[in-house]
């Protein structure tokens, strides 16, 4: 086993510590923190069965803790693939649901549980219901208010003679409320027709929203109002600015970087 090669010691005279060390080894060889779990884990069960059998007391990997995993960046499209994304959209209601979407950043759920009257198409302003029943407010502009009027004054009107029931919800299909496995499927259906080769869901519209709000120059607090996050750090998981952009903003304001 390689713990016992770069520890040097039989099973019975390991310490926590060296346990420890090993771990500090493996990652400053540059394994990441799941191949170190893995590792650790081997060595877990190992002592475990060495205890067991009676060979050893203690098992001194179990005090050792897994090295954290760092969440990855997530994914999100660029302005260019957005505007491929919409212009794909063909219905009126796939228009309204892709154009909503990425206007406001909403999550799926709040899209799907949207009532008529919850949107003020004037000041093109949503009260949307969020995590934990906590109500705020979501903002839309000039082209999603135009899908909008035009989903409701036709799609809509046509279905809405039709409904037997959620006469009240926005988007809407003959059977009623729109479900969010319906959402999902006319995302991947637009994001196909458009050549768009990326997985396409409606939580990556809500990254995207985030990520080119930050890369306009909006402060982290705002978007985390807007998305309706609790804490700010959840807001710092789910976005993040270019790197293009980062060298863009570097470039222009550092002392030493300015070009002359």
């Not at 203690?58 to 491929?84: F, M, R, W």
């Not at 009126?92 to 909403?106: D, F, N, Q, R």
Request: charged residues 30%.
């Amino acid at each position: 086993m390689d713990f016992f090669n770069e520890v040097g010691k039989n099973p019975a005279s390991v310490t926590s510590y060296d346990v420890s060390r090993f771990v500090s080894a493996l990652s400053k060889k540059g394994l990441s923190p799941r191949s170190i779990s893995r590792k650790l884990s081997s060595v877990r069960t190992f002592y475990r069965y060495l205890k067991k059998i009676q060979l050893v007391q203690d098992n001194p990997a179990k005090a050792v803790n897994n090295p954290k995993t760092g969440k990855p960046l997530p994914s999100y499209l660029s302005q260019e693939e957005v505007e491929t994304l919409l212009n794909a959209a063909s219905t009126p209601l796939e228009k309204a649901i892709v154009e909503l979407l990425y206007a406001t950043g909403m999550r799926i759920s709040e899209l799907c549980s949207l009532n008529i009257q919850d949107i003020d198409l004037k000041n093109m302003q949503i009260r949307v219901m969020g995590k934990g029943k906590k109500e705020r407010i979501v903002y839309f502009g000039e082209r999603a208010k135009d899908a909008l009027l035009n989903y409701l004054k036709t799609e809509r009107s046509q279905i809405a003679t039709k409904l037997k029931k959620d006469q009240e919800a926005l988007f809407v299909t003959k059977r009623g409320r729109i479900s969010d496995m319906t959402v999902r499927r006319i995302l991947k259906r637009i994001a196909l027709k458009a050549g768009i080769h990326k997985n396409v869901y409606p939580h990556l519209l809500r990254h995207t929203f985030a990520t080119h709000l930050l890369e306009e120059g909006m402060n982290l607090r705002g978007v985390q109002e807007l998305l309706g996050h609790k804490n700010i750090e959840t807001t710092e998981v789910y976005t993040h600015v270019s790197i293009r952009k980062l060298v863009e903003i570097y470039d222009r304001t550092h002392p030493r970087a300015k070009h002359e």
